[in-house]
């Protein structure tokens, strides 16, 4: 096999969502067909060639050439790549240098501790081989034939486990609720709708390992009594659905699941339900609603969802991080699980690290890291040497995190006093040449289009919080438009019908908390601090610091910007639209917001 000396060849190609946008199959075929050229045989991470998310996706294409024992990891890897990766590291021996992942690689992974993504980006998530290889459903003929499902339950619990989705409800108290409930028809329903912007953890894991989801199922569902579960999941996301619906496939045909599953006398099969992308549908009862092919209306929960939910009956709930927690805490034991984490948070967290940050990806952490180690060890910092602002967490129902909490344990109680959410694990990054404000408003409009409209303190006290927020990012803001916000906040925490609402305000709340004096530059000094709000803001060009270099003159849209050539440029301000091009370009800082 040439100068590989017959070791065995293993390349892994990234074919999460982001390693397939960034070309994941083209590099597959361009090693194939150079690998063919040069007659090697090379064994891929599986029949299909394909690994899920490996996390870094700023680094995509990710690539392991694994020769023999010694293993490589090449970034941004194009098929162009591939070929000479083939030639120069498998015929010639030598790895390419330039093209390897450098420290910042390292650096990401170091703090974290990955559990529940272990196996993402490691094995062929469309390959029930390879999941059994690594221990796969070990766990749950465990749970069938070695444990009672009493004692599943108190395992959960033992084990701390809390809901991944948001709420951060212990887990095997759900179960218990839903297994004690009256009735011999139970359901077990996965959460896999993920509407928050920005959020791509859930997606990920059905992507990167399904067959754990599944197996997760089958254990809360034995313990509950349930026969019948169902997958919601959003119809936006073909790759996952596709991957899940393989996974479940593969699961019935070793009689994993339907009837007699294991050869055992317990039957349970799972159902696909696509959702059609109503951010409010992740919502419980909303959710069950759709599954039911109603409208995803959220319901008043006078009566827990554990006791009568999908169909009126007990139905438990849980999101996708959730169930893939529970065969690892089964096969391992709830010690094990309750060791990492914080006092009152058990476990890892998945989160989704975006916005104004270096790193962007899939990170898994433990409960009760710092959150200046996510956002500046793993995350890399802030790109072109910008100051850290603030961080969203908890989707667009959550809070937004100043600067002087870096020091945040990041857990569900201390977010919540800080004014923020868990969520399902989405954090934005914003930088200094963010505004406050505008964020606000951007997060509770989203609320506002993706709101159901059945109450009133929601449907319209969200449009009317957009409209002070407007006034105010548009110069029309008064001292008594933050008395307002305050006020119309408070009365729909209280008075919403579900969760949407209830936690709508966050955005605004924990801004103002933090960031009052944007507002208050807003209303009182008609300035935009950021130079976000174009009513608010003014572009000047300091003479002293231009150097003529005409960068902000080619970048101008329509022609604001006038100047010679190494002279002084001066923006014609009855002509600029402020756009940003010509402050986002200069490099000398010339461009000033004010």
Not at 64 to 91: C, M, Q, S, W
Not at 286 to 298: F, H, N, Q, V, Y
Request: aromatic share 8%.
């Amino acid at each position: 096999m040439g100068s590989t000396n017959d070791k065995e060849i293993v390349i892994s190609v990234c074919t999460g969502t982001g390693g397939i946008a960034a070309g994941a199959f083209k590099v597959i075929d361009a090693f194939e067909e150079a690998l063919e050229e040069h007659g090697l045989k090379a064994k891929f991470k599986s029949r299909t060639h394909k690994v899920g998310c490996r996390g870094f996706c700023a680094k995509d294409v990710l690539v392991d050439v694994a020769v023999g024992e010694d293993v490589v990891t090449y970034e941004f890897v194009t098929p162009e790549k591939a070929k000479a990766i083939v030639e120069k590291h498998l015929v010639g021996g030598e790895p390419v240098k330039k093209w390897l992942v450098k420290d910042d690689y390292h650096a990401f992974h170091t703090k974290q501790q990955r559990v529940v993504l272990h196996n993402c980006g490691r094995i062929d998530p469309e390959s029930i081989d390879e999941y059994i290889a690594t221990g796969g459903y070990k766990a749950a003929r465990k749970a069938i034939f070695e444990m009672e499902p009493e004692e599943i339950i108190q395992e959960i619990k033992n084990s701390g486990l809390r809901g991944r989705g948001g709420g951060g409800f212990p887990t095997g108290i759900k179960w218990e609720s839903c297994r004690r409930a009256a009735g011999t028809i139970k359901y077990v329903l996965c959460n896999a709708d993920e509407g928050d912007p920005g959020a791509f953890m859930d997606r990920s894991i059905i992507e990167g390992n399904p067959h754990a989801v599944i197996e997760g199922m089958i254990i809360g569902a034995y313990a509950i009594g349930s026969h019948e579960g169902f997958v919601y999941i959003r119809a936006e996301y073909p790759l996952a659905v596709d991957r899940l619906r393989l996974a479940l496939d593969q699961a019935r045909e070793r009689n994993f699941l339907g009837k007699n599953i294991f050869g055992s006398d317990f039957d349970f099969d799972i159902e696909i339900k696509l959702g059609a992308g109503a951010f409010v549908c992740g919502e419980s009862t909303a959710l069950m609603t759709s599954i039911e092919d109603k409208p995803g209306l959220p319901r008043p929960k006078y009566v827990h969802t554990t006791d009568k939910g999908l169909w009126g009956r007990p139905s438990n709930l849980n999101n996708v991080e959730t169930w893939a927690n529970v065969p690892l805490i089964i096969d391992r034991g709830a010690d094990w699980y309750a060791s990492i984490g914080s006092e009152q948070s058990k476990g890892t967290k998945i989160f989704s690290l975006v916005g104004k940050i270096k790193n962007t990806g899939l990170v898994e952490v433990p409960m009760g890291i710092p959150l200046k180690e996510i956002i500046f060890d793993i995350g890399g910092g802030i790109p072109k040497k910008k100051k850290f602002k603030a961080v969203q967490t908890g989707g667009p129902s959550g809070g937004c995190i100043p600067a002087s909490l870096l020091d945040l344990p990041v857990d569900f109680e201390n977010l919540s006093k800080a004014g923020s959410i868990m969520g399902s694990g989405g954090m934005i990054v914003m930088d200094e040449d963010t505004c406050m404000v505008d964020v606000a408003k951007y997060f509770v409009q989203f609320c506002v289009d993706e709101g159901c409209g059945q109450c009133t303190p929601c449907r319209e006290g969200l449009y009317h919080m957009v409209k002070l927020l407007t006034d105010i990012t548009e110069g029309r803001g008064t001292e008594e438009h933050i008395k307002l916000l305050e006020e119309l906040s408070e009365v729909i925490i209280d008075t919403s019908l579900c969760g949407l609402g209830k936690t709508a305000p966050n955005p605004v709340l924990s801004t103002l908390r933090y960031f009052r004096d944007e507002y208050e530059a807003h209303i009182f000094d008609k300035k935009c601090p950021a130079g976000v709000c174009r009513e608010l803001t003014t572009f000047v060009i300091d003479e002293k610091k231009c150097t003529g270099c005409t960068m902000c003159a080619r970048n101008c849209p329509v022609g604001a910007i006038t100047g010679e050539k190494k002279e002084p440029h001066l923006i014609d301000q009855s002509k600029c639209i402020k756009c940003r091009m010509c402050y986002e370009h200069c490099k000398f800082g010339a461009v000033l917001k004010m």
